[in-house]
């Protein structure tokens, strides 16, 4: 895997390197700005991209921008992104689109470091990660006339894994129930979001994280 690393802080950048060179993950480019990072991308084609979101020059969502960016122009690299606090209206941003090979992580996340090589490589290989606490945060706002009023709370809480990219066999462990009870609940979370079966039950999943963080 070849890495793109963005992030104006030199520190920050510099640990990523250390921690994907560590994982034996190659680190292609580093970036400080997103006008850098979209060339470095442009350059070297990376699988990855690790992007932070507040960047130079306004240090506002100019990387949220360049990821944007980076998906329209070069779908086939995946992007982590990166975030000091939680931003709902940047992770439903981001994930408003195509969610495949996308991740929005929180910056402390990166302290654990199993945790940030995992999710590297869940997302750089097509999934999609959000971090615990965006999950957390946006169903602690979930409204009455919320579509995912019509869920149980076990099924909010299914949802809620599901959208940190968790699979069925991880959330029947996490909750420590059978996977046939996980396969019912997420067919149920389908069935009341009103996403009807096709012949992309993956696609039917992404729907259904990308309702639940628009909600």
Do not use: C
């Amino acid at each position: 895997m070849r890495v793109v690393i963005a992030d104006d802080s030199v520190l920050l950048r510099e640990g990523i390197a250390r921690l994907l060179a560590e994982g034996g993950i190659e680190v292609a480019a580093r970036a400080g700005d997103a006008e850098s990072l979209l060339h470095a991308v442009e350059v070297e084609r990376p699988d990855l991209a690790v992007i932070d979101v507040r960047m130079p020059p306004g240090h506002r969502d100019e990387g949220l921008r360049a990821a944007i960016e980076i998906r329209r122009r070069w779908p086939a690299v995946a992007l982590l992104v990166l975030s000091q606090f939680v931003e709902e209206r940047y992770a439903a941003e981001l994930l408003s689109a195509e969610t495949s090979g996308v991740g929005y992580l929180l910056k402390d996340r990166v302290a654990d470091v199993a945790e940030f090589l995992d999710a590297v490589e869940r997302v750089a290989d097509g999934g999609t990660v959000i971090d615990p606490d965006v999950v957390r945060q946006l169903l602690a706002r979930t409204h009455r006339t919320n579509p995912l009023a019509r869920l149980t709370p076990r099924e909010k809480e299914v949802l809620g894994l599901m959208a940190e990219g968790r699979s069925n066999s991880a959330i029947a462990e996490r909750l420590v129930v059978s996977a046939g009870a996980v396969e019912k609940h997420v067919s149920n979370i389908f069935m009341k979001l009103d996403l009807p079966p096709d012949d992309e039950r993956h696609q039917r999943r992404v729907m259904a994280v990308v309702h639940y963080l628009n909600s």
